[in-house]
């Protein structure tokens, strides 16, 4: 029966995968994984450098180094998933804390690593900046 080994072969090619990231040095435990219309993505948290919602429903935006991809899910179970090295700065977009380089507070946007701008909504830039200060002591 065909469906019945389909497990049995994702489970083998996810094992596959394992064993060539681990040799190759990347770090499996600290990895997430994403969906992609019909594929599977591992992408490790360090990776990432935002995911904010897009215009379609139940649609996401993954920006990382490698520009930005489309997956499936809503932004609440990723950023329960991704955890505390993840900041939401406003409504449907959440940043890695890795990667900000700098705040501007006239405009109230965040500086990642990669040039972009992220912004944080007018009423909660006070609490989101003390907040964020108190990640940069640490």
Not at 36 to 63: H, M, P, W, Y
Request: glycine share 8%; hydrophobic share 30%.
């Amino acid at each position: 029966n065909k469906d019945a080994a389909m497990p049995e072969r994702v489970r083998l090619v996810l094992k596959r995968a394992q064993r060539k990231y681990s040799y190759c040095g990347y770090n499996w435990n600290d990895t997430v994984a994403f969906h992609f219309g019909q594929t599977v993505f591992f992408l490790g948290r360090d990776e990432i450098i935002a995911v904010r919602t897009a215009n379609e429903s139940r649609k996401l935006e993954i920006d990382t180094w490698n520009g930005s991809r489309q997956c499936s899910g809503q932004l609440k179970d990723v950023a329960a998933m991704l955890g505390e090295g993840f900041l939401k700065c406003e409504r449907g977009c959440i940043v890695n804390r890795k990667h900000i380089r700098g705040y501007d507070r006239k405009e109230g946007a965040l500086i990642m690593e990669n040039g972009k701008r992220y912004y944080v909504s007018e009423r909660k830039r006070k609490r989101f900046y003390e907040e964020f200060l108190k990640t940069c002591q640490h």
